[in-house]
């Protein structure tokens, strides 16, 4: 079974900086676009940053400059560091990553979801 685990979610007062982890496991032969998103509440979920598998990035305007998203696929993880932190990045944070995995009839690919990280950020 393959999961998204995420990690690395808190409190943090404003202007400073967290770092989020996201590991897979499970049956998975290669990983390919990976990235974080955020839901505030009454908000929809929202993309924050995405790092494809030759390690292009995109992010979103609200977070350019602050936020940097890697990945490390011997480790089958992708990261988010999130520096100056500001009361409007609360939020439920979540991976989500393009995965091809192993099946009964052979390599399949799938998009799956972390359970979510909560991040706090208070003045």
């Known amino acids: 079974q393959v999961q998204l685990v995420e990690s690395g979610g808190g409190s943090v007062q404003a202007g400073g900086s967290l770092r989020l982890s996201c590991i897979a496991s499970?049956?998975?032969?290669?990983?390919?676009?990976m990235g974080w998103y955020r839901q505030a509440p009454w908000m929809q979920r929202e993309l924050v940053a995405v790092i494809t598998g030759g390690g292009a990035t995109n992010y979103a305007d609200s977070v350019k400059g602050r936020f940097t998203i890697s990945r490390d696929d011997a480790k089958i993880t992708v990261y988010l560091q999130m520096n100056s932190l500001d009361l409007e990045d609360t939020a439920v944070y979540y991976c989500?990553?393009?995965?091809?995995?192993?099946?009964?009839?052979?390599?399949?690919?799938?998009?799956?979801w972390g359970q979510g990280t909560q991040v706090t950020v208070s003045s």
């Open positions: 989500n990553g393009n995965l091809q995995i192993r099946t009964n009839w052979g390599p399949k690919s799938y998009s799956y």
């Open positions: 499970g049956s998975i032969l290669s990983i390919n676009t």
